[in-house]
């Protein structure tokens, strides 16, 4: 069954840097669309970025752009986040999901991970 | 940036009523519309995509309509399980956004 499951969480200091990573089993993920999508404490959940299922394509939102850099290695079946010159704003559970279609432009979030928090505090 | 607002923003129901979430969108996003469902401490998990199609393994007690800038998700007689927080998001372009969200509680 598809899994997904994310690690890189942890506490950092305000303009600070981590990665997160997303490993993924169960589906040919070079054949998938993957996207991050964060829910800060309390709130709703925000789509944070997109790559194409061969990595051509990036997407972001307009509130990570230029301080966060999504990437894949497909043959480890891996995704990534990296995110720099964090915030306080940025603290949150950051899930990885699956989009829906096959080599499909962004659309929906099909099976997520578990999540991994990030804490953004000096 | 296409604003999703769902309402209402929480409501309380009794096991076996039907319930509907309706969601507007800021601009026409023909049917590019999805639902999810979370459970506190949980991953979102998706049931309805393009509007109306049941996501593999979700009950046929949920179902999505809609189109344009008008959708709705309804439970036809809500069960235990189906307590949680429920969202919708466009998938028209990006950004992908998502409304505020339906908190379902029980009376």
């Known amino acids: 069954q598809v899994q997904l499951v994310e690690s890189g969480g942890g506490v950092v200091q305000p303009g600070g840097s981590l990665r997160l990573s997303c490993a993924a089993s169960?589906?040919?993920?070079?054949?998938?669309?993957m996207h991050w999508v964060r829910q800060a404490p309390g709130k709703g959940l925000e789509w944070v970025a997109f790559i194409r299922y061969d990595g051509g394509n990036k997407d972001y939102a307009d509130s990570v752009k230029g301080r966060f850099t999504i990437s894949r290695d497909n043959p480890r079946n891996t995704l990534y986040l990296q995110m720099n010159s964090l915030r306080a704003e940025d603290m949150a559970v950051y899930y990885c999901?699956?989009?829906?279609?096959?080599?499909?432009?962004?659309?929906?979030?099909?099976?997520w991970g578990q999540g991994t928090v990030v804490t953004v505090s000096s | 940036d296409i604003q999703m607002t769902q309402s209402p923003s929480s409501l309380s129901a009794s096991v076996g009523d039907r319930v509907t979430i309706t969601c507007r969108a800021s601009q026409t996003i023909s049917r590019y519309l999805n639902w999810y469902q979370q459970k506190p401490g949980k991953a979102p998990n998706l049931l309805i995509y393009t509007a109306s199609n049941l996501q593999s393994g979700v009950p046929s007690r949920f179902s999505g309509s809609g189109s344009g800038t008008d959708f709705a998700l309804t439970i036809s007689s809500l069960q235990p399980e189906d307590f949680a927080t429920y969202y919708c998001q466009q998938s028209y372009r990006t950004p992908l956004t998502f409304g505020g969200g339906t908190k379902v509680e029980i009376k």
């Open positions: 169960g589906f040919i993920f070079s054949s998938y669309g």
């Open positions: 999901a699956k989009d829906l279609g096959v080599a499909a432009p962004p659309d929906s979030f099909h099976m």
